[in-house]
DNA sequence: CTTTTTAATAATGTCGATATTTTATTACTG
DNA sequence: CAGTAATAAAATATCGACATTATTAAAAAG
């Protein structure tokens, strides 16, 4: 385990926090009650926070502090088209470069989300079911083989957490649920067969679906 | 003008100096020099720091302070193949969707690096071709209409600056820069035709070829 | 009663100081 | 003389305190 310093540790709940909604969309982030909640100084928190106005999930004005990013359905519309052309991207590259490891990682995780959806879902357990279902989806695209690309998509997939997370509550015991469900099973027919178009229609697809749920909630 | 914090000023500059080189790749940055070439406290910079680690400028390692993020073939290569691909997707998302507006815009800007071309170039002053030639390639891909597109190609055009100085100071007065110059002719006749394929073969040519230069230079 | 002005309260942004950790130097030992 | 241990020097990370600025509340004027 890394030893990190407190701005690290800050920046990863304030983070986590943000993304998960503990702290609304648009919302004050008061220095006094930062501090409570973390239990650190002024210092390290403007570290954490000026990292997270990078990340745009946080905006900063002079003098008057930091705030959460607002959301809106203009923002949503744009993370999900840019995220499905990325996503479309690196699965394209993943099949044509992806080797026998990549294959298997896929099965793998194909497997591990197939076996554990069921009962996650009974148990209300969305958040370990989002981790499962990103894990498969990475497993896909690591085959791409660009650090830089895989960051890209990486950094849209947070800036969508927010908007997702709606969508899963919205579909806690769904039928959308199953549909999803599918799907994978679809896509890791078309992958593994290297079928680079249908790959990249499907994979477009099941990250618009939920896009076009998601503006109707908004 | 925006009144800005000193956090955000010595971001402006210590990133600006990164990207020209000023501090070298691998660099270790003390505070004790940094606070003496910007005039601030620690606490500004550790914040404009932290802000450069998100931006993959910079490396932090816990309690041994910051040094700049090091160069290599490999993320050279990476950088500028994802950029490629990138700037295709805008490119031909710019044609599908730009209007009288962008067109005029691509036509203005292409007059102002060509009428500026030659002079520059006879001044040396690379710096303020390439401040024409990317607001060129701005122009362009601004009719994609995605400002998460966007950020993404600026985040990758800056992170391929410290490479592309290196082209620029190589290829000063060399017939590379004619070469470049015809390139655009065709991709502004292409995208004013608005023909997808051609233009995106282009501009991923375009970007592609100073990376082959600049795999040989290092 | 609304608007403006003034006072108070609170919050932000920066610095200097300090404890801790790393790096460099010197001394020691096999 | 090489390698290691002890010491000295330097650098980092964090806090508390203070000056500046914004926000809120109260008072005064129209």
Chains 1, 2 share one sequence.
Request: aromatic residues 6%; charged residues 20%; glycine residues 6%.
């Amino acid at each position: 385990m890394p030893p990190e310093n407190s701005a690290a540790k800050v920046l990863h709940h304030l983070k986590q926090d943000v993304l998960a909604g503990y702290f609304e969309a648009g919302q004050k982030l008061k220095m006094s009650q930062l501090k409570e909640r973390y239990q650190v100084g002024v210092n390290p928190l403007r570290e954490a926070l000026s990292q997270l106005v990078v990340m745009q999930l946080v905006q900063v004005q002079d003098q008057r502090g930091y705030r959460v990013c607002p959301v809106s359905q203009a923002e949503l519309i744009d993370i999900y088209d840019t995220r499905a052309r990325i996503e479309s991207l690196c699965v394209g590259l993943a099949i044509e470069r992806g080797d026998d490891a990549w294959e298997a990682g896929i099965v793998a995780a194909a497997y591990r989300l197939q076996s554990n959806a069921a009962l996650l879902q009974a148990n209300g357990d969305l958040q370990a079911w989002e981790q499962l279902h990103q894990q498969f989806h990475h497993a896909i695209v690591l085959g791409c083989g660009s650090t830089e690309l895989l960051r890209v998509r990486l950094h849209l997939y947070e800036k969508a957490s927010r908007y997702r997370n709606l969508w899963l509550q919205h579909n806690a015991g769904h039928a959308a649920f199953d549909v999803n469900q599918m799907e994978h099973e679809q896509l890791v027919t078309a992958v593994l067969a290297r079928d680079i178009s249908a790959s990249q229609a499907l994979v477009q697809q099941h990250i618009l679906v939920p896009s076009q749920v998601l503006q109707n909630l908004l």
